[in-house]
């Protein structure tokens, strides 16, 4: 079955040491989106690729950043993790064409120790 | 700014109550409202509304959209305790690139 696919589901990291979470699409999909979502609250855009385009959201942190090497796979690197990165962190992709439904990855949930 | 706004914010009900849920928005150029399930894990689509009155059914979950007064509901009807989850409603804004999501509405169904 098509799907998006993140790795890991669990990561830990320490705090200040440099951490990469994967995404991959089977979708075919222009779109590939990062969003980080704390507890209890709603999914915050972090950054998206529309193909290669990369579009950072006004209030993405410097520490955020985000690699898309091909259309199938999308990654997010945390420079030096604080404990309040500590989140679920959401890839989803989209056609980008008028349909915006989104598809969701099972997510990872980042602890930093 | 772009906003979307879900209430109530947590919802405890019975097995077997029928619940609304509310989703108001302001979103430039505004197209389409999506609604979607969170269990522990990550949102899965549930629908989209694009054209006002009319409902959207799947099942015991039927959503209508009003766009003149810019909101949306969801329906359960015969809630089941596998429908405890967070559901979040969501606008693209930047034509179809950017979804803005709701708070999320925690709805616990106690048997």
């Known amino acids: 079955d098509a799907m998006v696919i993140q790795n890991p589901r669990y990561q830990v990291t320490q705090f200040g040491k440099p951490v990469t979470l994967s995404c991959s699409q089977t979708l075919n999909h222009n779109v590939m989106y990062w969003y980080q979502q704390k507890s209890s609250q709603a999914p915050k855009l972090l950054f998206h690729y529309y193909d290669k385009d990369f579009n950072n959201e006004a209030d993405t942190p410097d520490n955020f950043q985000s690699r898309r090497p091909n259309t199938s796979f999308c990654f997010l690197d945390i420079r030096s993790p604080g404990l309040g990165d500590a989140a679920m962190y959401l890839c989803?992709?989209?056609?980008?064409?008028?349909?915006?439904?989104?598809?969701f990855g099972q997510g990872t949930r980042l602890t930093v120790v | 700014e772009d906003k979307v706004v879900q209430s109530p914010l947590s919802l405890v009900v019975h097995e077997g109550d029928t619940v609304t849920l509310n989703c108001s928005y302001e979103v430039t150029n505004f197209r389409s409202l999506l609604w979607y399930k969170q269990e522990k894990k990550a949102p899965t689509f549930l629908f989209m509304l694009t054209s006002s009155g009319i409902e959207k059914k799947s099942g015991r979950l039927s959503s209508i959209l009003d766009k003149k007064e810019l909101f949306s509901i969801l329906n359960i009807t015969a809630t089941q305790t596998g429908d405890s989850a967070v559901y979040l409603c969501?606008?693209?804004?930047?034509?179809?690139?950017?979804?803005?999501f709701g708070q999320g509405t925690r709805l616990t169904i106690n048997p």
């Open positions: 989803a992709t989209s056609s980008g064409t008028a349909v915006p439904e989104a598809f």
């Open positions: 969501a606008a693209p804004r930047q034509g179809a690139q950017k979804l803005v």
